[in-house]
Structures are given as C-alpha cells and as structure tokens.
C-alpha cells in the first residue's frame, strides 16, 4: 500500500509539501466529522408545526390522482352495471341464434374472355396476336401489360406474326411461358 501511495505521488508529481498539507486537511476533515457525528444536536420535530405542510401536500397530491383517473375513465371506461334490458336482450339472442356463414362460390378465371372480333380474340377463344389490344393480351397467363406492350411494338415494328412460335421473338416470352400460352393464342385464319 505504502509503494502505491508513493508510486502514484511521484507519477502526479507531488512534493513533500503538498503531502504534508493533503494529509492535514484530510485529517481535520476527520476530525470535525467525527465530532459533529458524537457532539451533533438531536432535532425534535414538532408535528404541530408541519400540519398545514401535510394538508397542502395532500391537498395537491389528490389533484394528479383525479386527472389521471379522468383521462384513463376515457380509455377504459368502466362497465354500467344498469345497461338497459332491452340491450341485454338483443346480446343474447345473438348469442343464442348464431349467423350461417355460407362460402361464396368459386370463379374461376379464365385466361381468355369472349369478346367480339374487333379486340383481337375469335369466337373460339383463342387471343389473335395480330390484331388483339393491350388489355386482350394481358388476359394470357404471363402476360402482364408490359409484356402485352411488347407484343404489340413487335407487331408494328415486323408486321404481322406468321405462326404463333414467332411470339418467342418477343423479349420476355421464352419457351416456358411460349407453352403456357400456345394453345391460348392464334395468329388468325
């Protein structure tokens, strides 16, 4: 302990002086505690002279309370013990006569609607690519407006398709999406 002491009074660099000086004012510190702790006065408190003190502060204490139990009355609002009898009437008999919940019917989607021969698609359902609009080709599965875009900027760009295998030509349609749709689409008569 003594070799820290030292140790850490050379490395701040403390002279004997200022040891000397710390090591009298710890002592008084000491001192004067210890004798105030033995010598101290007992205070007596008079509760006479704190009442209005307590009044105030219960007084100011009960306020928060009442906001607080205001605000949460809000949120949580506390169930009326006297709900009117035709209310609980009503509850119980739906409780008692429970509604049927019946499942729609299924719809199935078609990849092809008929429409007339304007839009592009034949009687026989099958989506011309030669003369169908954006909104036919998009009803092919996979074929979504921005592919139907293409379909379309193709055909006005090459003219008109020959056999259906010349969509594969389109950027976007590869040979798997080539046979989702082959058996949906015509290149007319």
């Known amino acids: 302990m003594k070799r820290a002491i030292y140790f850490f009074t050379d490395r701040l660099q403390i002279t004997s002086a200022e040891r000397f000086s710390i090591l009298v004012v710890g002592a008084l510190f000491l001192l ?10 007992t205070v007596a408190y008079a ?3 704190y009442s209005a003190v307590f009044a105030q502060f219960t007084q100011l204490s009960t ?3 009442e906001e607080s139990s205001a605000i949460l009355s809000q949120y949580y609002p506390q169930e009326n ?6 209310a609980e009437a009503e509850i119980e008999k739906k409780v008692q006569e429970p ?9 199935m989607e078609e990849a ?13 359902g099958k989506v011309n690519i030669n003369s169908a609009d954006a909104a036919s080709l998009a009803t092919l599965p996979g074929v979504g407006p921005a592919i139907a875009a293409r379909i379309i900027e193709y055909r006005n760009e090459n003219g ?11 950027r976007g349609i590869g040979e798997a999406r080539f046979e989702a749709i082959k058996d949906l689409i015509t290149v007319g008569d």
Not at 99 to 107: D, F
């Open 112 to 124: 092809t609607a008929v429409v007339s021969e304007s839009s592009g698609e034949a009687q026989s």
């Open 160 to 170: 008109p398709f020959r056999q259906i295998e010349d969509i594969k030509n389109v």
């Open 99 to 107: 509604e049927t919940i019946t499942a729609p019917e299924p719809v």
């Open 32 to 41: 004067i505690s210890g004798i105030q702790q033995f010598n101290g006065q």
């Open 63 to 65: 306020l928060p309370a």
């Open 81 to 86: 013990p006297e709900r009117p009898a035709a």
């Open 47 to 49: 509760e006479d002279s």
